[in-house]
């Protein structure tokens, strides 16, 4: 456990309000003035429980209805950067939806710009680097998702470089895809790279987004847990060479997956298809990525070397110019000095 923590992270696929921690829920309750009292429970799924996929989705809720203001989104940006610099993340794409709350005066331009500060905070900070994909929610209409679209261009040339892509997330169960994909194209046109929820449900093995949404094609691909069930859509990917965010505690207690020995990373990792650990939602699923690095190990087996190359190979696929990725390089390299 504790070569995984010191092992030098990237972590790609982290969405904001799921990795929210207990301590930082305390304090947004404290800021509302909510009752300590039932909520604890409500908002994660501890160690070895399970729920069904909707359940998470009833938590993201509660956890964004706590922080309803610029200030608790600032808060809870800052926090979630210092746990995962604390667990060793070197790299951190976080993504988030913006959100409009008229009750408390939150636009989604100011939603974005409070994520965009508590980054700034961090700029100097020497142990994580930070950036940031806004999100488009399947439940939003392709208006909302255009408006997410443009605010991430107009961001990602007043603060050049933070934010650096869109992800498209929310209940798989809901919506076609199919409905974003000229909006997708659109961020693709403007220079945002797209990491995208694809084939998160069985039911998406054969629904027509999922090869829609492929085709763009997307710059990695998140979950992606049935894609190996349809022949067709594993050639696409591995002829591509898509990478895989890989979630194994989330899809566990999400339901998506029966088991970790049967989690699909194994099948993708056996034929050297690029995969990436990562977290989904630390504050959640209750994890953290040295945890996660840790599961895979006592899963399928890795070794130490494996896990260093599983992390190294990761910078290959972040969303940042080949100069950052660079320095990542020689940072891990520094540091691997001192692992072995
Ligand atoms: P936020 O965007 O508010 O920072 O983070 C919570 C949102 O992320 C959720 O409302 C949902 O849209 C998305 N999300 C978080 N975890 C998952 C997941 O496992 N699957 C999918 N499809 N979406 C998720």
Known sequence: PDFCRRLPKVELHAHLSGSVSETTIQKLQVKKGVGHEGLQGDT????????????????????????????????????????????????????STPRHMPHTGMTPQSYVESILSAIQKCKDREDVVVRL??????????????????????????????????????????????DFIPVLKEAQNCGLKLALHIAEISQQAVAPETSALLSLPPDRVGHGTFIHHNQDLAAVVADRKMPFEICLTSNVKAQTVASYGEHHFQHWYSRKQPCVLCTDDKGVFCTTLSEEYRLAAETFGLTRPALWDLSYSSIDHTFVGEDLKQQLRDRWNTEKEKLF
């Open 44 to 95: 994660a799924i501890g160690k070895g429980e399970t729920r069904h996929l909707q359940e998470p989705f009833r938590i993201f809720k509660i956890i964004q209805d706590l922080s309803d203001t610029e200030e608790s989104i600032f808060m809870m940006t800052e926090d979630v950067i210092s746990e995962f610099a604390a667990d060793g993340v070197r790299y951190l794409e976080l993504r």
């Open 133 to 178: 994909l806004l999100a488009i929610d399947r439940r939003q209409s392709v208006e909302t998702a255009m408006t997410t679209v443009r605010l991430a261009q107009e961001y990602m040339l007043r603060s050049p470089g933070v934010v650096v892509g869109i992800d498209l997330s929310g209940n798989p169960a809901v919506g076609d895809g199919r």
